[in-house]
């Protein structure tokens, strides 16, 4: 008989679920998921943002690789509770994520405001955006956009649809996702791309390419995880 009234009382102070571990929480993770949520940390590399044990410029696995963007960070790893925040806001559309977390560390990530002339989110296949009703990278790069002061530029577009990556392998990916993005305007400056995950860079990669080839003078990449 009291349960509605406490599951009421619980609504007003804890008005939605943890997108982690689904219990009743006040923000948009309850308190021990945010203090398990897997820091990339530092150091990493100064390249592609895997963390290393030693500061380096280049680590062994990026060192030989030809990225077109100059550098890559990720606050989170993709993994436990990282991977919820990012399952939740992929294919649960549980689009409040991107405000109440993921910007800010997107934010702080980049180290703040008046560093890039525009931030420009990967974009998703016209048929993938159909089906999803949203864009991911899209929803972060202008949460991440406004807390920056940045304008966000939506020039990039798949112009070639692309497999799956998930079963590929680095080089597969990398062949993939070659010359599947275009821009569809002149760019300029330095600019930061925004993506959800970093994999191997492949699809960072290609979109840098597409930048660089429209006039950008430099590319910087931001995913709010990176797998390691
Ligand atoms: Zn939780
Ligand atoms: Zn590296």
């Known amino acids: 008989m009291y349960e509605p009234y406490l599951a009421a009382l619980a609504d007003l102070f804890y008005p939605q679920w943890c997108v982690s571990c689904e219990r009743r929480a006040g923000d948009v993770l309850c308190r021990p998921c945010f203090e398990s949520l897997p820091w990339a940390g530092s150091p990493t590399c100064e390249r592609c943002g895997v963390p290393t044990a030693l500061e380096t410029p280049a680590c062994g696995a990026c060192k030989n690789v030809d990225f077109a963007f100059e550098t890559a960070r990720a606050p989170l790893r993709y993994e436990g509770v990282g991977k919820e925040v990012v399952h939740a806001l992929k294919y649960r559309g549980y689009t409040a994520v991107v405000e109440k977390l993921a910007a800010p560390l997107l934010a702080e990530a980049v180290d703040g405001p008046g560093k890039f002339d525009a931030v420009v989110p990967v974009p998703l296949h016209r048929a993938r955006l159909r ?94 995880c990176r797998t390691c």
């Open 131 to 224: 089906k999803r009703g949203f864009n991911q990278a899209a929803l972060l790069a202008r949460g991440l956009a406004r807390r920056i002061n940045t304008p966000v530029s939506d020039t990039l577009e798949v112009v070639r649809s692309t497999r799956d990556q998930v079963e590929l392998s680095a080089a597969e990916r990398r062949q993939n996702v070659a010359g599947a993005y275009a821009a569809g305007t002149r760019t300029r400056g330095r600019l930061l791309i925004v993506d959800d995950v970093f994999t191997t860079g492949a699809t960072t990669s290609a979109c840098a390419t597409a930048l660089l080839r429209a006039g950008a003078a430099e590319v910087h990449a931001v995913t709010l």
